[in-house]
């Protein structure tokens, strides 16, 4: 093996070291009705977004892709206190839910805010 292919393998290996050491996690929140009068509707949801999160469970530059899902247990209050824990306390970059028009509208004010 040549100089020239050492020195690129030595990149590639540094390059590739560093890219899994600056990995870092990305947290996406979900908020939907798990339990109460529409349960069984955010239960089907949230199968289709384990289904994406299993197709791709990292971003193109190495980020861990980490679903945090909260039961909004059919109610706006409870949507809305869902997406101010996501907001607050587990700092998700993203948020999805909260399924029926009601309950998003209960947090998309928190959602903007966060």
Do not use: R, W, Y
């Not at 949507?79 to 587990?90: C, I």
């Amino acid at each position: 093996m040549g100089i020239k292919a050492k020195l690129l393998l030595g990149a590639l290996s540094i390059a590739a070291l560093n890219s899994s050491v600056l990995a870092k996690e990305v947290k996406i929140g979900v908020v939907m009705p798990m339990s109460g009068p529409i349960g069984g509707f955010g239960q089907s949801a949230n199968k289709g977004i384990e289904l994406a999160h299993e197709l791709t469970p990292k971003l193109k530059n190495g980020d861990t892709i980490k679903v945090v899902l909260l039961d909004n247990k059919s109610d706006k209050i409870e949507s809305a206190n869902a997406m101010q824990k996501l907001v607050s306390s587990d700092k998700v970059a993203a948020a999805v839910g909260a399924l029926t028009s009601t309950n998003t509208m209960a947090i998309t004010k928190i959602a903007g805010a966060g």
